[in-house]
């Protein structure tokens, strides 16, 4: 399903998230960020005594704390450098951190807030949402689950609005190519990582030399140049044993 260079993002609560990097690992993805949606209770009704009449907060038999939070994994797969492939992610757009009210006991409805930072980010147009029900309809993405009540499917009409290579601003609806478009004013707004330590001080190091001087800084500058872990995609090197589960079943041998 998913494209060369695409990113998954899958909600795995509070206890799932060993099997959550598993499973994106088996699909191909590097995991590369976690969002964190910590739940809120400022709505919440309150007894006499102040305290919450009816608390949703999840607890489990092996729950040390009350759990208020849940998480949200980002796999990436092929490779992408922030700096370079602006014209598919804006990078630092949006923070790790979706502070909203919880839902009610048992619900498995998730912030709308976590659709805006996939599309200020992503910028591709194709976007798949699997397991949704009728409230999960969303413009600008195809929603598939056996909770839906209605469709209106149609895999000529859909796959048609995606022909071609043209972006905003030359088309300004839902037909177009594969990406949205941007422009170079919302890549210079959008914010930027610092520059690494070592950087300046290189330069005014063989600003001052002659030859050795100049071989010195394209060394260094070829260092400089190398992408951060987090660009590197599937390229970086494998997971650390800490971060491998043990407990994970192992894959089913192919029948012959």
């Not at 029900?133 to 995606?162: E, V």
């Not at 030359?170 to 919302?186: H, M, N, Q, T």
């Not at 930027?192 to 010195?216: F, M, N, W």
Request: proline share 5%.
């Amino acid at each position: 399903i998913a494209d060369a260079q695409s990113f998954c993002f899958l909600w795995c609560g509070e206890t799932h998230l060993e099997q959550g990097r598993e499973l994106l690992k088996r699909w191909g993805f590097r995991r590369v960020e976690d969002i964190c949606w910590v739940k809120t209770n400022r709505t919440a009704k309150v007894n006499e005594h102040g305290k919450v009449e009816r608390p949703t907060l999840m607890y489990g038999d092996t729950s040390i704390l009350q759990r208020s939070k849940e998480q949200c994994l980002v796999g990436v797969k092929g490779t992408l450098k922030r700096s370079v492939d602006t014209h598919f992610i804006h990078a630092n757009c949006d923070v790790d951190l979706i502070m909203e009210e919880e839902k009610e006991f048992g619900s498995t409805l998730k912030p709308t807030e976590m659709y805006e930072t996939i599309e200020h980010f992503c910028l591709g147009r194709r976007r798949l949402e699997l397991f949704g029900l009728d409230r999960n309809l969303r413009d600008g993405w195809l929603t598939l689950g056996r909770g839906l009540t209605t469709s209106n499917w149609n895999k000529a009409a859909y796959n048609s609005w995606f022909e071609g290579d043209l972006r905003w601003p030359e088309v300004k609806d839902y037909r177009g190519g594969k990406l949205l478009g941007s422009i170079a004013e919302i890549d210079a707004l959008r914010p930027k990582s610092p520059v690494r330590p070592g950087r300046a001080r290189s330069r005014s190091r063989s600003a001052g030399r002659g030859g050795g001087g100049r071989r010195q800084k394209d060394v260094e500058n070829d260092d400089f140049d190398k992408p951060l872990p987090e660009d590197l995609g599937e390229m970086a090197p494998p997971l650390p044993k800490e971060d491998e589960d043990a407990s994970m079943p192992a894959m089913p041998a192919e029948a012959a």
